[in-house]
C-alpha cells in the first residue's frame, strides 16, 4: 500500500499532472519510478465489458436497470453487485463504472434503460445496495452521471435548468441515499450543464454538496471527454479526466501552472485522491495488466436467471390467462417480431458481446415442450430499426461460422496490389472501433476489407444494408450491391458519428454461397467538422424482405388455428441506446396495427412487451394479460418463459409510471428543450408525482409500483410508532409494521409500499411521495410482520428561504399532521395512519 501523503511528497508537479488523467481508454497513468500502478475501469451499467467494445472477451448481460428496479428487492441487487465485482476481478477491472442514478423524467430519454426508476427514494436504495455488493468484493463502484445528465440530445452542452428545490429533492436526492447508505469509493461527473454551467466544473455541486456539505471522501471522474476546462474543473474537484490522452490536464495544466494561474500544491488534493483510488485498486489483489477472462458458469447462469425472471412485471391478467397450463391450451400460437431475437439490453456503452443469449422464442419453446404444449411461431411484422446483423448467415474462407475476415491495410489495397495486410483477424458484422481492437501500430487512417460469404436461408429478394462511420462499398459476388461511400447522410449510428443505413435488393436462392466482401477507409468522418469517434466502425445487416400485409394475414391465421397467443413486440438497442433520443413512446411501424388484428381473432392471448422504458399500448383493452419484460439480459427468454408458465411466480412491480399517451407525461412540453435549455418546469412534480396530485388524478395505463402475481396477499394491522426528535442531530424517524399474509395457494412475493401525504407545508407538495418500502417472501397461507423505517427525508422538503446555522437554504420538517399509507402500488394504498411531528426543525448533509 502507498504512503499517500509521503507519495505526495515525492511526486513532481508533472507526476501529479501525469495521475490526473487516464493514460489510454481503461487506465488511469502510472507512475512506474515511484510504483504506483495503472488502474483499469470497465463499463457497464448491465455487465462488465472489459477493455474492448470490438473483438472483447465475451461477458455476461445482466438485466437492465429498468428491470433491476422492477425488483425492488435490495437483497437481489447486493447480490448481483457482489457478482458484479467477481466479474470486475475476471476482467482485470478495479472500477465498475456503474450503477446509472439519473432520474426519468420523460420515457424519451435515450439512456432511460440504464437507470432504476423515476423515483429517487427507490432508485437510491437499490443502487446503495448494489454499490454495496460490488465493493465488497474489493472493486470500486462509480455511481452515475451526477447530475441530471437526463437526455441524448446535446448532451455535452445542453443546460438542465432547475430549481434548487427540484434538484435537492428529485435529481440529488437518489445520490444522497446511494452515498449514504452505499459509500461509493469514485463517482462519474455528467456532461451537461446545470444552471448553465457543466457539472464537472461547478463549485456548487463538486464541492460545496458532494464534499462539503455530504462530507464524501472519494475520487471523481469525469465522463468520457466530459471535461471542458483546465483550471476551472481542477478548482472545482474534478480529480480524474476520462480518458486519456488528457485534453485539459497534460501540457494545459502544465502551462497553468507555469502561468501561476495554479501551484503545483493545488493538484495535491486530487492526486491524493487517485492514490485512494490506487489504494483500493493494491487492497483488492485483482492483479494489474491482468489477461482478461469470461464468467460463464451453471452458477452464474442460475443467478442471471433469477434476475431476469424478477424483472418480469405482470401488468394485467383478466380470467386467470396466465400461468398457461396444458389444462388450458394444448396449442399455442406465438407471434411477434421481438421473438426469435434476444433482445437483452439497449445500446451505446451498455452494449457488449454476450456469453450467451437466449431469446424468448427459444425459452417459451422450451418449456412448452417440457409442459406438452406445442408451439406455431408466425413473424406478424418487421420492427427493426436498421436490418438484422448478417452475422448467422456468413462465415469465412476456411469455414469459421458467424464470422468475416478482416484484413488491415495502410494503403488502398484496389491501388496498391500485392499488399501484406497489417492485421488481420475474425470480426463481427458490427463493429465499433473506439480505442480497441486493431492494434496500435495500425495507423489512425487505414484501409479494412471484410470478406467471407453468405448464405440466405430462404428464398427470395433480400434486402442488404450499410451503416458506416468512415465510407465503405458492400459486394455480393464482386458486384457492388450498397455503396455508402459518398454523398453520405448523417445518423444516429455509432455515438452520432455515422452514417444512416443504406440499402439495396437482391434476388437469392436458400443455400446457394454467395461471396461477401465489404470495402471501408476512416479517411475522412461522415460531414465535415463531424468527430469520428475513435478509429470508426460498420454495421451489416440484411434481411429477407416480407411483405407487411402477408405478414398480418399469416399471423392472424396463426392465431385463429390456436387455443391461446403469446404476442412479443417491443424495442432494442436500436431504438433505446446513449447517442439520441426516441422521438415518441410507440412500437415500431406496423406492430401495433398486427396486435390488434391478431387480438381481434383469439381473445386469449398475452401481449410481452421487451422495452427499457414505457411503450404506448392502443391494444391494451383487446387482451387478457400484459406482461412488460425490460431487457433481461442473458436469460431474457428464460425469464419470459418462466412467467408465462407459471414455473416463477411474479413479484415485480413498476419503477415507472405506464401512461396512457405520451402528452400524459409532465415533463412532456419541456423534453428535450430548446436553444440549449432544458426547462424542467414541472419541478418536483416529476412522474407519479404530478399525475396523482391532480384533481382528478390523470388516468395512467399502469401506476408506478403496479404489478401483480399468481397469489393473493393481505395487508393489515398497520402500527406507526411516535416521532423521534432529537434537536442537537435534528433527527426524524420513525416505524411503520404492516402484517403480509400470502393468502393464496403458492408460494410469492410481494412488495409493501408507504407513502406520506403532508397537510401543511408552504411550497407546493405532491399528494403522495414514496417514503419506504419492503419486499417480502411468502409460503402460502404464511404471515410474516414487515417493518419500516421513515427517516426523516420522508417529511422533509427543500427550502431555499430557510436557515440552518448560518447557512440559508436547508431541507426542512414542518410541524404537522403527516398521513402515512401502506399498500401494494400508488393505486391501491389500504392501510392508513396519521402521524403528529410536534416541533419544526432544518438540517442539512446525508
Known amino acids: 500500500m502507498l504512503d499517500i501523503q509521503e507519495t505526495l511528497s515525492k511526486l513532481s508537479a508533472q507526476d501529479k499532472i501525469l495521475l490526473l488523467s487516464g493514460s489510454d481508454f481503461w487506465h488511469t497513468h502510472p507512475v512506474e519510478s515511484l510504483g504506483i500502478p495503472r488502474v483499469r475501469v470497465s463499463d457497464g451499467p448491465n455487465g462488465i465489458r472489459g477493455i474492448k467494445f470490438f473483438g472483447g472477451v465475451p461477458s455476461n448481460c445482466f438485466p437492465c436497470a429498468t428491470g433491476l428496479g422492477a425488483t425492488w428487492d435490495t437483497k437481489l441487487l447486493e447480490e448481483l453487485g457482489q457478482q458484479m465485482g467477481k466479474e470486475c476481478a475476471q476482467k482485470g477491472a478495479h472500477v465498475w463504472l456503474g450503477p446509472t442514478l439519473n432520474i426519468q423524467r420523460s420515457p424519451l430519454g435515450g439512456r432511460g434503460f440504464e437507470s432504476y426508476s423515476e423515483d429517487p427514494y427507490v432508485s437510491g436504495k437499490l443502487s446503495a445496495a448494489i454499490i454495496r455488493g460490488c465493493q465488497s468484493q474489493g472493486v470500486a463502484a462509480t455511481p452515475k452521471h451526477f447530475v441530471c445528465n437526463d437526455q441524448e440530445l446535446d448532451r455535452n452542452s445542453n443546460s438542465s435548468e432547475l430549481t434548487m428545490r427540484a434538484l435537492r429533492e428529485i435529481y440529488l436526492k437518489a445520490f444522497q441515499i446511494a452515498i449514504r447508505e452505499g459509500e461509493p469509493w469514485a463517482i462519474m461527473t455528467a456532461y451537461n450543464r446545470v444552471n448553465g454551467l457543466h457539472v464537472s ?212 489495397p484496389d491501388h496498391e496490389k500485392g499488399q501484406e495486410p497489417l492485421y488481420s483477424m475474425l470480426s463481427d458484422t458490427a463493429v465499433g472501433l473506439l480505442a480497441d481492437g486493431i492494434p496500435d501500430y495500425v495507423p489512425q487512417q487505414f484501409y479494412m476489407r471484410v470478406a467471407g460469404s453468405f448464405t440466405p436461408d430462404e428464398n427470395g429478394e433480400w434486402e442488404f444494408g450499410l451503416a458506416v462511420a468512415g465510407q465503405a462499398d458492400l459486394y455480393l459476388d464482386d458486384k457492388l450491391l450498397v455503396s455508402n461511400s459518398k454523398d453520405q447522410q448523417r445518423g444516429d449510428i455509432f455515438f452520432g458519428s455515422g452514417t444512416v443505413e443504406v440499402k439495396n435488393t437482391m434476388s437469392m436462392k436458400a443455400g446457394q454461397k454467395y461471396k461477401i466482401e465489404m470495402k471501408w477507409s476512416n479517411l475522412r468522418p461522415v460531414v465535415e467538422g463531424a468527430d469520428l469517434i475513435g478509429r470508426g466502425g460498420f454495421r451489416i ?166 404489478g401483480l402475481s399468481y397469489t393473493t396477499f393481505e395487508i393489515s394491522n398497520a402500527v406507526v410508532s411516535e416521532p423521534k426528535y432529537d434537536a442537537s442531530a435534528a433527527s426524524l424517524g420513525l416505524s411503520v409494521k404492516v402484517t403480509v399474509k400470502n393468502t393464496g395457494k403458492i408460494a410469492g412475493g410481494e412488495v409493501v409500499q408507504c407513502y406520506i401525504s403532508s397537510s401543511k407545508c408552504p411550497l407546493p407538495r405532491p399528494a403522495l411521495e414514496l417514503a419506504a418500502f419492503s419486499k417480502v417472501h411468502l409460503e402460502a397461507g404464511e404471515s410474516k410482520t414487515v417493518e419500516m423505517t421513515l427517516d426523516r427525508g420522508a417529511f422533509s422538503y427543500w427550502n431555499d428561504t430557510a436557515k440552518h446555522g448560518n447557512v440559508t437554504g436547508s431541507w426542512a420538517v414542518e410541524k404537522a399532521i403527516y398521513t402515512v399509507m401502506v399498500g401494494n402500488s400508488l393505486d391501491n394504498l389500504t392501510l392508513s395512519k396519521e402521524v403528529i411531528v410536534k416541533e419544526s426543525f432544518t438540517w442539512l448533509g446525508l
Open 201 to 412: 466544473e461547478n463549485p456548487l455541486i463538486l464541492q460545496d454538496i458532494l464534499r462539503n456539505e455530504w462530507g464524501w471522501k472519494g475520487m471523481t471522474m469525469s465522463d468520457w471527454f466530459g471535461t471542458y476546462s483546465t483550471v476551472e474543473a481542477l478548482k472545482a474537484g474534478l480529480d480524474l479526466e476520462m480518458p486519456g490522452g488528457p485534453i485539459f490536464r497534460g501540457t494545459p495544466l502544465t502551462r497553468a501552472i507555469a502561468s501561476g494561474k495554479l501551484q503545483s500544491s493545488d493538484l495535491d488534493e486530487s492526486a491524493g485522491r487517485v492514490l485512494q483510488l490506487v489504494n483500493r485498486a493494491i487492497a483488492s489483489k485483482i492483479p494489474f495488466e491482468k489477461p482478461e477472462e469470461s464468467g460463464d458458469s451453471p452458477e452464474t447462469r442460475a443467478l442471471l436467471k433469477k434476475a431476469a425472471q424478477e424483472a418480469v412485471v405482470l401488468i394485467k391478467n383478466e380470467g386467470n390467462m396466465l400461468p398457461l397450463t396444458k389444462e388450458k391450451t394444448k396449442k399455442i400460437a406465438l407471434i411477434g417480431p421481438s421473438a426469435k431475437t434476444a433482445n437483452i439490453s439497449g445500446g451505446g456503452s451498455a452494449s457488449m458481446k454476450t456469453t450467451y443469449a437466449v431469446s424468448p422464442k427459444e425459452g417459451i419453446e422450451a418449456l412448452a415442450a417440457k409442459h406438452g404444449i406445442e408451439v406455431v411461431y408466425s413473424v406478424g411484422a418487421q420492427a427493426s430499426r436498421y436490418l438484422p446483423l448478417v452475422d448467422p448467415l456468413v462465415q469465412t474462407a476456411d469455414g469459421k461460422k458467424g464470422h468475416l475476415k478482416l484484413d488491415c491495410y495502410k494503403k488502398d
Open 541 to 706: 445487416g440484411a434481411s429477407k424482405i416480407i411483405d407487411a400485409k402477408q405478414a398480418v394475414k399469416d399471423a392472424v391465421e396463426v392465431a385463429k388455428s390456436c387455443d391461446a397467443v403469446i404476442v412479443v413486440a417491443g424495442l432494442s438497442g436500436d431504438f433505446e441506446s446513449e447517442g439520441f433520443d426516441r422521438p415518441d413512446m410507440k412500437l415500431p411501424k406496423g406492430v401495433d396495427d398486427m396486435i390488434k388484428q391478431v387480438l381481434d381473432v383469439n381473445p386469449n392471448s398475452v401481449v410481452v412487451i421487451q422495452s427499457g422504458t414505457q411503450c404506448e399500448m392502443p391494444w391494451y383493452g383487446l387482451t387478457k394479460a400484459v406482461v412488460q419484460a425490460f431487457y433481461g439480459g442473458n436469460e431474457s427468454g428464460n425469464g419470459i418463459a418462466s412467467v408465462l408458465f407459471g414455473e416463477h411466480n411474479p413479484s415485480a412491480k413498476l419503477p415507472l409510471t405506464f401512461p396512457i399517451k405520451l402528452e400524459d407525461v409532465p415533463s412532456h412540453p419541456y423534453f428535450p428543450g430548446v436553444d440549449g435549455k432544458s426547462l424542467y418546469n414541472e419541478d418536483v412534480f416529476v412522474a407519479y408525482r404530478s399525475l396523482i396530485s391532480k384533481i382528478p388524478p390523470t388516468p395512467v395505463l399502469a401506476s408506478f409500483g403496479h
